[in-house]
């Protein structure tokens, strides 16, 4: 059997009363300067249900509606991935590019298509988020498609053209 004495002593503290009324006291303070941050966050914030009166709130067709304040982690966020998007478009445009066939259009300008079953077949392999990269694809005029939606199955002979 060990000695008492290591095993169940209580932790060493100092005596010193100033020295835990200054740790309480900054514990105080530490937390009255987040409380107040807070709730000046929270009269920004356009989800709280508490009332901003002197608070700002942008209005349509200003430059800052729609956006997270800037130096923000939502910012940040959002430029992440934002990067990240970006980066699959640019991926998914290259496998088009590698499995697709050249096929002439308007008999003069030769683009690159591929149908989307195949596609599908050749890209789940590498993610699992294919008609949503299309879409924004799409969006940025990257590729071109027939109809609002691809469905695996139903849509695997719609050709997908690569405008770029």
Known sequence: MEPEGDLCAPAQSSDSAAEHSVSVKGLKENWQRWSSERQDYQKHNPFSHHTR??????????????????????EQRGRDAQTLISREVQELCQVIRSIGELKERDGARKVITVEFGKLFEHYVTISNKLVGILLRARKQRLVHFEGEMLWQGKDDHVVITLEQ
């Open 53 to 74: 009166p002197d608070g700002t709130v942008h209005q349509r067709g200003q430059e800052d509606y729609g956006r997270p304040l800037q130096g923000s982690l939502t």
